[in-house]
């Protein structure tokens, strides 16, 4: 299999090859299948269809024959509205009590508070909303056969063609950051073939459209509804749909724009919201007037322009399918991975995917970062009971982990722009709920500034707005950009670490420092009464988390010659920190206490977030809390009914990758993939769980997966480069290109047999780090620009382990 395809794709040659398809038009081209997403038939359900995005504006297109369908989303199409009041007023005043309650042991009491004075108002709280269809109803197709289906990932570009009655049908969708609009073209192999209809559908939203000219079709509407926020708050929104055709006739009837006898048309459609102040007409016009000033040719090249160079910074091999495989489509192909079928090509193909629903996703002038379906809306997760919002004790984290290891750093940008709201906006929960100065964000928010508590039992994690400004320390780890850190994320984790230095309480019975009342998401435990609580003090998730606030203040005010007096501070505070437990069965203690789960199936394994994305527990420097968080997770799994979602299982790919187990971690890739990915391999949150009546899309899965890939074959936290550091026997033979590591560094390597043949680190800043491979080491000292080739026969320093920190253990 091609995989480093650099040198062909710069010929001349290229851009014909990625635009046309064989003569047969059912042929599969095996020198791409790790590009690309195809299909025998149109989709009939929204995880059949495939994503078109550019930031903002997202689509997912269904290739049906003679009707076509565009299910359209915006990532500001929120309803809901900014809101005071949202703290509990009588949190601050029943704290203290509260904690000492929990001291003494009086967890049912302390729970009945809890209830009663810590959760939020959530009254406005909003959801993202999915946007009326644009739909198509074609004429004159009879008989219709050699049909396909696909999704070029090398070009973001969705593409269907069919042959019917003797013409040959093609269709080309794709969305552009280049120039903000979803543009279409419809063509044929006669003239005078193409003839349709253009409509918008109802949708869920307010909505009312007509006509403008005899080419345009205009919708108007506001994101309301009442489950979520008032029933008349929400951002005002206009769609414009604009044809123009080769020959035939255009025209306007009604609600609906018709084209007849034409050779080719082309649709642009734009989306504008009023969300901070946009004026959603003018934005509409001002985006096609500036695409329509273009030929449609002109539109593709700049898309993919500005596109490919993102997506080609990297590429992958793991292995060669089966020949049977490779000629399947892809639904067929996971649907054959699920009955047993090794299929490494496939895999890489979902690597690659979640790099491109990243970047079509995710652009560093989007409005909004990646929400719990990126930008992307099925209309599930918006009308229960979830909504499709910023999920803070996860999801939100997982949507960013592969952006800095998949060479997509600047893709992240849009998430510190929500951290920075936060920041912001949780000063005023800080001083209202807890009395401290700083700031704090808790498990969800939304665009309007949301960082009071939801309810009980998973709302409240006082922690979970500081998970998410890690990706701020993650972005400078790899990039070492000191403006960044100095301007952008010192400052939202100094006010950070000056609301936890000054919240946290010593519990009385060891001296520790600790956080409370809080959750460890979204678990439950049994108190001694034998009810179960949700709330606690001292869980391990903030032990992680501060630990890591408190370690990143004080690199930071080192690495920038600032702040000694909080350096200081933060330092005496970490040593007071509670230790890591192993409990009574071997495992990572959730909480301060022993407690059994009162779930034991549960999906969330937060405290292991010392393992990932946290560096705090590893099989090198702690082996026995490597071991106890071994433990836990296949506590969780012999649980009867272990909660199968998404995330879940990529959180397993990279626990797994961590602890060195590369065939675990391609075990429970592979479960991604066949169990909780659908014919489009969208990922999806099983129904079933956490209340959902069906199948519902989210990201995370296809993000946090890729970033699992990446961590199976490339680690550098701690201080140094590891390659191939859980490379499953799955992937005997491959190569990768383009991954990063902390330290500005870029890897290519290529192994055969298991072993490693050679890689090749290049540095983007100047700098040094040791460099393992397997039991042994060498150190690279680089300046910005230079590179190194090393092979096996270069790692001549035996690797030394290290000593982790003190551990307290319970006897089983």
């Known amino acids: 299999m091609i995989t480093d395809r650099r040198s062909f794709l710069q010929s001349g040659l290229a851009l014909a090859a990625l635009s046309h398809m064989p003569t047969d038009l059912t042929a599969q081209d095996p020198t791409r299948l790790t590009d690309m997403l195809w299909y025998h038939r149109p989709a009939t359900r929204w995880l059949g269809a495939l994503p078109v995005g550019n930031g903002r504006l997202g689509g ?67 959801t993202n909303l999915p946007l009326p269809e644009l739909q198509f109803a074609f004429q004159n197709l009879d008989g219709p056969a050699e049909y396909r289906r696909s999704l070029n990932l090398d070009d973001a570009i969705a593409r269907v063609r069919f042959r019917s009655g003797g013409v040959i049908f093609t269709r080309e969708v794709f969305a552009t950051h280049a120039d903000g609009v979803l543009a279409m073209r419809f063509t044929a192999s006669h003239r005078g073939a193409i003839g349709f209809s253009m409509s918008f559908g109802t949708g869920v939203i307010p909505n009312t459209f007509h006509s403008e000219g005899q080419e345009t079709l205009v919708l108007n509407g506001n994101c309301f509804e009442h489950q979520h926020s008032s029933g008349h708050d929400g951002v ?169 290891v998949c060479n997509l750093s600047e893709c992240q940008t849009p998430l510190f722009g929500l951290i920075e709201q936060l920041a912001s906006a949780g000063r005023s929960t800080a001083k209202e709920m807890y009395g401290s100065p700083g700031w704090v964000a808790h498990t969800v928010t939304n665009p309007w500034g949301y960082t009071a508590p939801g309810d009980v039992g998973w709302g409240i994690v006082v922690t979970a707005g500081l998970w998410t400004a890690v990706q701020m320390w993650q972005h400078y780890e790899f990039t070492r950009d000191t403006i960044f850190l100095r301007t952008r994320a010192y400052p939202v984790l100094r006010e950070a670490a000056e609301f936890f230095l000054h919240y946290m309480v010593v519990e009385p019975r060891h001296g520790w420092l600790v956080t409370g009342p809080s959750d460890s998401p979204e678990n439950w435990y049994i108190a001694p009464s034998g009810h179960h609580i949700a709330e606690s003090m001292g869980n ?58 009162a779930e034991p199936n549960h999906r969330h394994t937060s405290h292991l977030t010392a393992l990932f994305p946290e560096d705090q527990i590893s099989p090198r420097t702690t082996p026995a809390l490597a071991r106890a968080a071994e433990v836990t997770i296949q506590r969780r ?40 990915a659908d014919d489009n391999l969208l990922t999806y949150s099983s129904a079933g769980v956490a209340g959902a009546d069906s199948n519902i899309f989210a990201i995370d899965g296809n993000t946090a997966g890729s970033a699992g890939i990446a961590e199976m074959l490339l680690q550098s936290q701690g201080g140094e480069i590891e390659l191939l550091p859980a490379l499953p026997a799955a992937w005997a033979n491959g190569s990768i290109r383009g991954i990063c590591a902390r330290g500005g560094y ?21 700098g040094s780090s040791p460099v393992r491979y397997r039991d042994r080491m060498t150190h690279i000292r680089l300046n910005a620009g230079q590179q190194i080739r090393l092979r096996p026969d270069s790692f001549n320093e035996s690797a030394a382990a290290a000593t982790g920190p003190v551990i307290h253990r319970k006897t089983p």
């Open 60 to 126: 997912m297109v269904f290739g049906g024959i003679e009707t076509e369908r565009i299910a359209l989303s915006e990532s500001t199409a929120w309803s809901g509205a900014p809101t005071t009041g949202c703290v509990n007023p009588g949190a601050l005043s029943h704290l203290h009590e509260i904690r000492e309650l929990f001291f003494s042991g009086k967890y049912d009491e302390a729970q009945a508070l809890c209830s009663k004075y810590l959760p939020g108002s959530m009254k406005n709280f909003g």
């Open 236 to 404: 005002a929104i206009q769609i414009r749909a604009q044809v123009r055709a080769q020959g035939g006739r255009i025209f306007a009837e009604g609600q609906r724009i018709s084209v007849t006898g034409a050779d080719a048309a082309t649709i642009l459609l734009a989306i504008g919201t009023s969300y901070h102040g946009g004026v959603p007409e003018q934005m509409c016009r001002r985006a096609l007037q500036e695409a329509s000033s273009k030929t449609f040719e002109q539109l593709r090249q700049a898309h993919i322009s500005d596109y490919q160079p993102l997506y080609r910074r990297m590429s992958i091999d793991l292995g060669q399918s089966s020949s049977s495989a490779r000629l399947q489509p892809t639904d067929a192909r996971r649907k054959a991975v699920e009955n047993g079928v090794d299929d490494p090509e496939l895999t890489a193909l979902f690597f690659q995917y979640g790099r491109y629903l990243t970047i079509a996703g995710s652009r560093a002038d989007s409005i909004l970062p990646l929400a719990l379906q990126g930008i992307w809306n099925d209309g599930l997760a918006s009308s229960m009971g979830w909504t499709d919002d910023f999920h803070l004790d996860i999801n939100t984290e997982q949507n960013y982990w592969p952006t800095e």
């Open 540 to 597: 391990t998730i903030d032990r992680v988390f501060v630990y890591a606030l408190f370690s990143m203040i004080a690199e930071a005010c080192t690495t920038l010659s600032i702040d000694e007096d909080l350096r200081s501070r933060v330092e005496a505070a970490r040593a007071k920190l509670p230790p890591f437990q192993i409990g009574r069965h071997g495992q990572l203690q959730e909480w301060l206490e022993d407690f059994e789960d």
């Open 637 to 676: 799994m012999d649980a009867p009914h272990w909660e199968q979602s998404e995330w879940g299982r990529a959180n397993l790919v990279v626990y797994y990758a961590r602890l060195l187990k590369g065939d675990e971690a391609h075990r429970y890739l592979v479960s991604l993939i066949a169990k909780a």
């Open 746 to 766: 870029v890897v290519d390597m290529e192994w055969r047999n298991g072993r490693l043949d050679w890689a090749t680190i290049t540095a983007r800043q100047t």
